[in-house]
């Protein structure tokens, strides 16, 4: 990660507060922009990479940083996307990642929090605000059965204010974000920890091992189900002996 998005995140994340790796699977940003008045244009980008330091008990103590890949653009048409993608646009051959870094976090209730964050886009960056609302913190139900957390967003943007202001009798200037996103728990490593490590250059520190209680349900759940999926045969009862020879 660029040593800008580390810095970023100077503020301390507590003691005890998880950190989560994005799934680029299962996070997915769908953009939507006006046509010409005629239609909204519907795009999605998949394979999303970051890290998300995160308590559902403490949304203020929570921390994210994200990169976007903008050549996974895909309006459904190959020369729609390359129009999109070109110099005129998101020139996505200078500038081929979009970053996100959170900077304060507003809760507003167990659910839902307004997340505020310094967006990166074509070489420009302005501040984006989120609404987020958590779907669900828990064990995955399938393996390696971690904790995982989902989350839904909301954003919506100037496209002018990053510097994409071609085409406008064509192509709106808002542009509305909707974002699916899963995180799945890893090893805790705090934020400011990585950032020191970027500015030094020295190797990464060991990051802390996640509690032992957890690593004992993984392995009795992982048992638990190869043992339904591959269950021991049935044990070979015993031959009897022959009977003696009647005289």
Do not use: C, K
């Not at 209680?213 to 759940?221: C, I, K, N, V």
């Amino acid at each position: 990660m660029l040593p800008w998005l580390l810095l970023a995140l100077a503020a301390p994340v507590r003691a005890g507060v998880d950190t989560y790796a994005i799934d680029p699977v299962h996070t997915r940003v769908l953009v939507a922009v006006d046509h010409a008045g005629f239609s909204s244009a519907l795009g999605t980008v998949s394979g999303a990479r970051g890290t998300l330091w995160f308590d559902p008990e403490d949304w203020s103590s929570a921390r994210v940083e994200v990169e976007i890949p903008l050549e996974r653009l895909d309006f459904g048409d190959a020369d729609w996307n390359r129009a999109t993608l070109a110099r005129g646009l998101l020139d996505a051959q200078a500038h081929p990642v979009a970053h996100f870094v959170s900077t304060r976090i507003e809760p507003i209730d167990e659910q839902h929090a307004r997340v505020y964050g310094r967006l990166r886009l074509r070489g420009v960056e302005r501040e984006v605000a989120m609404e987020v609302r958590l779907n669900a913190a828990r064990r995955h139900p399938m393996p390696p059965f971690r904790r995982t957390v989902g989350f839904s967003a909301t954003a919506t943007l100037s496209r002018a204010g990053f510097g994409i202001d071609a085409w406008p009798s064509m192509i709106g200037d808002a542009v509305e974000l909707r974002i699916e996103a899963e995180a799945t728990r890893t090893r805790n490593v705090a934020p400011d920890a990585a950032a020191g490590v970027a500015d030094t250059g020295a190797d990464a520190p060991e990051p802390e091992v996640e509690p032992a209680s957890d690593d004992l349900f993984d392995a009795a759940d992982a048992a638990a189900r190869e043992a339904a999926q591959d269950p021991a045969p049935p044990p070979v009862p015993p031959t009897p002996p022959d009977p003696e020879p009647v005289p």
